[in-house]
């Protein structure tokens, strides 16, 4: 059975194949028919047990555009507020035909769970579990970066990594399962990333991760990078007072309309990044998010051919690692 958890399952041979068939995918994406007959009669069930609009959507755009047939599950308004458990939910879908299984939980863990028993026996898909892993975000986030890379040297992203490139991620580490896919995947690939936060919103242990620790955002800017990586701060996770108050976030934290200013002054090309939902005049501002160096909708765009690339992957290829 094959499965996409973790971006630490993936080699770096596996992470760029996946880039690559996303490159493919993504050609697809401009035709004016966009549909292959890939998936045809297969079943792809979205199974969201917490709120997107991304991921979701991204996802049952991929799985549709592979020719497969989608059942948009969300625990609101189902038997999940009757008690059903997890294990009964996902056997309700086997028996209802599902050949792969997108999962978002808010328990970190519960994709992994679907991976490792045998209670249902096909293709899991962690669209993003508690605090712990995005990897699909951060495959896309790694496809966006070099595809940017690539088209500003003129060259073609077949085949490569990010190897050498700075990339900062910033703000709310604690709860962020982006941060966490990211720094495996970056890693894997070849990138420095550094990490910049208040120290109260890094987790104990982040001193033993692949990564620089910051606590200076002017500095890490000052220092040149080629992309930042703007996090939400997660309120919905924060049951503690994690800094004095947002005008104070933004101050420290944020990529606010100064140090926008600071980096159109400097000359670099550094690319702002953020994956989404964006809290606005927090840790971006507007002009930051709207900016001609900002990603933020072609992040969108290529995650719809990331996901098309890891359901083809999972459902028809043999890249994913056994369990
Ligand atoms: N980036 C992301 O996961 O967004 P959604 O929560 O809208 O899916």
Request: with cysteine.
């Amino acid at each position: 059975m094959k499965h996409l958890i973790s971006t630490a399952d993936l080699t770096r041979a596996e992470a760029i194949q996946i880039l690559d068939i996303a490159e493919e995918m993504r050609a697809f994406g401009t035709r004016e028919v966009k549909k292959l007959p890939a998936l045809r009669g297969r079943t792809v069930v979205n199974l969201f047990f917490e709120d997107s609009t991304r991921t979701r959507i991204s996802f049952e755009a991929a799985a549709k555009r592979l020719s497969a047939d989608v059942i948009n599950f969300s625990a609101k308004g189902s038997s999940v507020s009757k008690g059903e458990s997890l294990k009964d939910t996902a056997q309700t879908l086997l028996a209802i035909g599902a050949d792969a299984v997108v999962i978002r939980h808010p328990d970190s863990g519960a994709p992994a769970r679907l991976a490792a028993t045998d209670w249902i026996g096909l293709p899991i898909v962690n669209a993003g579990d508690g605090m712990h892993e995005h990897p699909t975000q951060a495959l896309l986030d790694a496809f966006t970066l070099r595809r940017q890379i690539c088209l500003r040297e003129g060259s073609s992203p077949h085949g490569k990594g990010l190897d050498g490139l700075k990339v900062a991620i910033v703000g709310d580490i604690l709860h962020s399962r982006v941060a966490r896919s990211n720094l495996w995947l970056l890693n894997t690939l070849g990138a420095e990333v550094t990490m910049v936060a208040p120290p109260t919103l890094l987790p104990v242990g982040a001193a033993s991760w692949p990564c620089t620790i910051s606590y200076n955002l002017d500095e890490v800017i000052a220092s040149g990078t080629d992309a930042l990586m703007m996090l939400r701060v997660q309120g919905e996770r924060m049951n503690a007072a994690f800094f004095p108050n947002p005008r104070e976030y933004s101050r420290y934290w944020g990529l606010d309309d100064a140090r926008l200013t600071t980096l159109d002054a400097s000359g670099d090309e550094t690319l702002i990044m953020h994956p989404g939902p964006m809290n606005r005049g927090l840790e971006i501002s507007s002009a930051a998010a709207d900016s001609p160096r900002s990603t933020v909708l072609d992040q969108v765009t290529n995650g719809v051919a990331v996901r098309m690339a890891s359901l083809y992957m999972l459902l028809s290829g043999d890249l994913i690692k056994e369990s």
